[in-house]
């Protein structure tokens, strides 16, 4: 428990939260002095649906003050996961947890997402015949909608690995 509240607070401290303001070139990221959303890597026994964690990734794995992750990855089934995509319902799933003020909703690779807060996030890195050399073109963003703005967290996959069972 001690080192999941550290991994909080460094994120919360220096972890890429961040709010996006339009320009030219794009968003521009500034950093957001007091982010009220933290994500980390839930423990082995939280459930998602029927599974607990450490069906879909090993224990120790761990995120950084930078959001790379560093993880080792199983396949796994999960019935359901995606009714509009079937071609999620197995593979590689990226276990996260979420914390944030009630009414946030939040966005990944352009899909609006609402939660309750403190809830796992599970997102689907691939197949379970993904070319582990792709991981980290799976990198992605996570922008928090909350009622002082956009928080953004930049998370890095660089340090995944994915087991061969």
Known sequence: MKKLLMILLAAAIVFGFAACEDSDNGPKV???????????????????????????????????????????????????????????????YLPLKFTYPEGTTFTINGRVKTVDADQLHFQWIGGSDFDKTKITEKNFSIDFQTKDGIERVNIDLSGCTLATE
């Open 30 to 92: 500034v950093v957001v002095e007091d982010a009220t959303t933290a994500v980390s890597i839930p423990e082995q026994t939280d459930p998602f649906g029927d599974k607990p964690t450490s069906d879909f990734i090993e224990a120790g794995a761990t995120i950084d003050e930078n959001g790379t992750i560093t993880a080792v990855l199983k396949a796994t089934a999960v019935e359901g996961f995606n009714d509009e995509n079937p071609e999620e319902e197995e593979g590689y």
